[in-house]
């Protein structure tokens, strides 16, 4: 027996609490390499841990010894899909050195569908902090796995040189042999197909200002997916690409949620298992729908009377926010402002305003700018916004994903928070586990939102498979602020009604009524800016309006019931004593809803919201499965 098969030998397999989930650490000839197998199923190919930082190289890795502890993931959290996380966790502590006889430490923490890693450098001799030069963990898949991957964008680029933004379309079911479309690789999370074995779900958590946000690279025939730092355009340049810390100190955490079907993907709160609080708050948030003039009526709506038309909209729904998007400041300055928060809390609705974060690493002309980014600017207009009753902030324009922007979203919550303020980001990177990490955080747009439905008639047109992708991909690790939910049938103020020369403007939903009401239970954030307008209160039908009073923004439980990521879905959410299953369909074929048996499996009647001959109906449970075509839905409130 040599050398290498000793160390094999004592190479421990870590095994999840149910042992259906096992992690096989490898030995190659002095690096280290982990293997993920659900049900004796492989689903991540030996693929290499490691990392190598300015003091030390850890690519290559001998393990000495390791401790695991059994323990239960337990928590609340009221703002996202489940509210009370209760279930049974093993954590493995691999302690390593390299060839150097330099120490470090990798972490697993294994859950019946997740295993997630980091690297915990500890603090040797004098030397107090370290850099991060590059990571080596690596994710290889089987042959004929597929991907449901959006490109990392280059930087300053589009509009107002202000990418990346994490607004980049999905491609879907690829080869891992595709390329990326800027050449950058992938933003997380990312969906894969191993064929008929099983889905694992990718993505990162646990990043706050003591490092940047990561993604995957192209794939590489040998080494797969690697861990890929930000690049050193994003910024304006500014700012490096390195990730510091002081020691003792740990990476961000690398999740990778593992199941023989979809419901773990949909399920899984890894996201916010692994991290910690950052901060306490003695503030209370209260969560729920708002109302925004911009994303049907725009700019032009930044006036008096429309401002005053949205509230009394909010007013009319119950709902109890409405956000005050761009441009706000030139056209009431901070006084008539006073005086607008003042109407709307007259009429109990409260506010969120609009801020860029910044024009040092953009061309933004959207104001207020500059503001946010500085600390000293930022002062006194968060006492002000906390002295007026404003409860929210919506910040816009990030400039990527080096440590510097990890660092002023960290600062722009804990000030925030000092003055009882929500934060929703736009124009941001994804949330990695800070529903949990910053208690005054409400959600991250990250996607391509509803905006471009509004700009452009093609997100139109898959409004429907986007509806069917992102609870299983985008929406299932964070907060997704999409600002949806249309009942506009053309996504204008005019509506359809003719303007100039008799002509019809504006983009045209293809969805149906019922359709969007499943896209209210669909995304999950706890704020949510809904697109409905004024008009909507007499033109859309009574059961919509009625329908999107009533639904909750925030969930105590989710689960996947059927679906396909970009096909369809049928997802229930429980508030309380109340399940809200929402189905979509963006396949040709139809999507068969057999209410009974849904009924039968939640346990309650169902009261069906679908699409009849007239248009939206409401009524008891079919008899006959539900027959659901393409670009229609339905929605079942089950007690
Ligand atoms: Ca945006």
């Not at 910024?235 to 079907?261: C, I, M, Q, S």
């Not at 007013?315 to 709307?344: C, N, R, S, T």
């Not at 103020?493 to 009524?513: K, Y």
């Not at 105590?556 to 879905?569: A, F, Q, V």
Request: glycine fraction near 8%.
């Amino acid at each position: 027996m040599n050398i290498l098969t000793l160390l094999l030998a004592v190479l421990p397999v870590l095994g999840g609490p149910d042992a259906r989930l096992q992690v096989r650490l490898s030995d190659d000839g002095g690096r280290l390499r982990y293997e993920i197998a659900y049900d004796g199923k492989t689903l991540v190919k030996p693929s290499l841990l490691g990392l190598q930082t300015n003091e030390a190289d850890y690519t290559r890795l001998e393990v000495l010894s390791a401790d695991t502890q059994e323990l239960r993931d337990t928590y609340v959290l009221d703002r996202i899909k489940a509210s009370r996380i209760d279930h049974p966790a093993v954590r493995t502590v691999l302690h390593c050195q390299n060839p150097e006889g330099r120490k470090l430490d990798i972490e697993w923490h294994l859950t019946a569908n997740d295993a997630a890693f980091r690297y915990r450098i500890p603090r040797e001799g004098e030397t107090g902090s370290v850099r991060v030069l590059r990571e080596t963990s690596a994710f290889r898949f089987p042959e004929g796995t597929t991907g449901f991957l959006t490109p990392q964008s280059d930087a300053m680029i589009g509009w107002k040189r202000s990418k990346p933004s994490y607004e980049e379309t999905y491609r879907l079911d690829v080869p891992l042999a595709e390329r990326s479309h800027y050449g950058h690789g992938f933003t997380f999370p990312c969906l894969f197909r191993v064929g008929g074995d099983g889905w694992v779900l990718l993505s990162e958590t646990g990043v706050d200002s003591r490092y940047c946000a990561s993604h995957i690279s192209d794939y590489d025939p040998q080494e797969g997916y690697t861990i890929a730092f930000p690049m050193p355009e994003e910024n304006n340049g500014n700012g490096t690409v390195e990730p510091a810390f002081a020691l003792p100190g740990v990476t961000p955490w690398r999740t990778l949620t593992v199941g023989a079907d979809l419901a773990p993907v949909v399920e899984t709160t890894i996201a916010f298992d692994v991290v910690e609080p950052r901060y306490q708050t003695t503030r209370a948030y209260r969560y729920g729908k708002s109302t925004w003039s911009w994303i049907v009526w725009q700019d032009a709506s930044m006036n008096e009377a429309d401002q005053i038309a949205f509230i009394d909209l909010a007013a009319a729904m119950g709902w109890p926010y409405i956000l005050i998007d761009a441009g706000w400041d030139q056209e009431f300055g901070h006084a008539g402002m006073e005086k607008l928060v003042g109407y709307a809390r007259s009429k109990g609705v409260d506010v969120f305003l609009w801020y860029a974060s910044s024009g040092w690493w953009n061309d933004i002309v959207q104001s207020p700018v500059n503001v946010m980014c500085d600390p000293i600017e930022r002062k006194p207009e968060m006492r002000w916004l906390e002295r007026i009753g404003v409860k929210g902030v919506k910040v816009d324009f990030f400039g990527g994903d080096k440590q510097e922007t990890m660092r002023l979203y960290e600062a722009i919550l804990s000030d925030a928070d000092d003055h009882g303020l929500m934060c929703i980001f736009h124009g941001a990177t994804l949330p990695r586990g800070w529903e949990r990490m910053y208690p005054n955080y409400v959600g991250s747009e990250a996607v391509l939102a509803s905006e471009n439905m509004v700009f452009g008639q093609y997100q139109c047109d898959i409004e429907s498979q986007n509806a069917a992708l992102h609870p299983f991909l985008r929406n299932t690790v964070g907060s997704m602020e999409f600002g949806g939910v249309f009942l506009n049938k053309r996504l204008t103020r005019a509506n359809g009604a003719p303007g100039r020369g008799g002509r019809v403007f504006g983009t045209q939903r293809r969805t149906t009524d019922a359709a969007e009401l499943a896209v209210a239970v669909l995304y999950q954030n706890a704020i949510q800016n809904f697109a409905i307008t004024p008009n909507n209160l007499t033109d859309a039908p009574a059961a919509a309006i009625d329908f999107l009073r009533e639904v909750p923004t925030t969930w105590d439980e989710t689960r996947l019931i059927d679906g396909y990521p970009g096909r369809n879905i049928v997802l229930a959410r429980r508030q309380g004593a109340t399940w809200y299953v929402a189905a979509i369909n963006a396949d040709e074929e139809p999507l068969k809803l057999d209410v009974k048996a849904i009924e039968a499996r939640l346990g309650g009647s169902a009261t069906v919201l679908s699409t009849g001959k007239d248009g939206l109906q409401r009524g008891p449970a079919p008899k006959k499965p539900l027959s659901i075509p393409k670009d229609d839905g339905a929605v079942l409130i089950v007690r």
